[in-house]
């Protein structure tokens, strides 16, 4: 969607802080020995309290409020009686929607002891996210998005997975305009106008370049299969740069 009004955006604001939100109690909820369907539990009870739905089963009937994808599942896991375990690194993908309004963040979480591999990893998933967002702005090129990102990927020698992309988001969970590539893509042309709304989300990997099925309709595993984060927020494209929208607060 575009904004188009100061109610347009306290409402995206609105429902941006409850996504992170419950981003945020559900990254704190984390502890070994709780199944992902009791992690689900507690993000499902934070966006209720706030009049919130959870966008995945409302869009698309996905079983579970939020996404929740452990080691080498990489998206759209499935919440279930899979338990987390110490060493374990966890991605949580919370979207919902509140009075017409949508939203979308996510990020991996390490359950110590932690390598320092794989803090390096989290660290730096979050930097290519923030890589990425210092190139929004209204007139600026999307290719800058996925080139900048590309740039910082290679430089510390990681990879990035080729086939989920970002996407604009607003009125819908997902919308025009689609397949915002987070890896250098010669063939994007598309400039960002101002009041877009999309989200940045990179998916950065020790080693792999695709995301692929597994055995239920949801769950994307890494291949090769590699250690990966996903780091994502919500932004509006200004004048004045990126503005992001899903922060607790």
């Given at each position: 969607m575009t904004v188009s009004s100061e109610d347009d955006?306290?409402?995206?604001?609105?429902?941006?802080?409850?996504?992170?939100?419950?981003?945020?109690?559900?990254?704190?909820?984390?502890?070994?020995?709780?199944?992902?369907?009791e992690l689900d539990c507690v993000g499902r009870a934070s966006l209720e309290a706030a009049g919130a739905r959870p966008a995945p089963e409302m869009a698309y009937a996905f079983p579970g409020a939020t996404c929740i994808s452990v080691n080498e599942e990489i998206a759209h896991g499935i919440p279930g009686d899979r338990a987390i375990r110490p060493g374990d690194l966890v991605n949580i993908d919370v979207s919902a929607e509140k009075d017409g309004y949508f939203s979308d963040t996510g990020a991996s979480f390490?359950?110590?002891?932690?390598?320092?591999?794989v803090e390096r990893?989290?660290?730096?998933?979050?930097?290519?996210?923030?890589?990425?967002l210092r190139q929004v702005g209204t007139g600026r090129p999307f290719a800058e998005i996925g080139r900048a990102i590309?740039?910082?990927?290679?430089?510390?020698?990681?990879?990035?997975v080729?086939?989920?992309?970002?996407?604009?988001?607003?009125?819908?969970?997902h919308e025009e305009p689609t397949e915002i590539a987070t890896w250098p893509?010669?063939?994007?042309?598309?400039?960002m106008r101002e009041g877009l709304?999309?989200?940045?989300?990179?998916?950065?990997?020790?080693?792999?370049?695709?995301?692929?099925?597994?055995?239920?309709?949801?769950?994307?595993?890494?291949?090769?299969?590699?250690?990966?984060?996903?780091?994502?927020?919500?932004?509006?494209a200004t004048r004045n740069g990126p503005l992001v929208l899903s922060m607790p607060g």
């Open positions: 955006l306290a409402a995206l604001k609105r429902i941006g802080r409850i996504v992170a939100n419950t981003l945020e109690a559900m990254g704190k909820a984390i502890e070994p020995g709780m199944t992902t369907r390490a359950v110590p002891p932690v390598t320092r591999a990893l989290c660290k730096d998933g979050r930097r290519a996210m923030w890589t990425g590309g740039a910082f990927a290679g430089k510390n020698g990681y990879t990035l080729r086939n989920l992309a970002s996407h604009g988001v607003g009125l819908s969970l893509d010669a063939s994007e042309r598309r400039i709304v999309f989200t940045i989300e990179p998916f950065l990997s020790l080693g792999a370049t695709f995301a692929e099925d597994g055995d239920d309709p949801w769950t994307l595993y890494a291949r090769p299969r590699a250690l990966t984060v996903q780091y994502e927020h919500t932004v509006v």
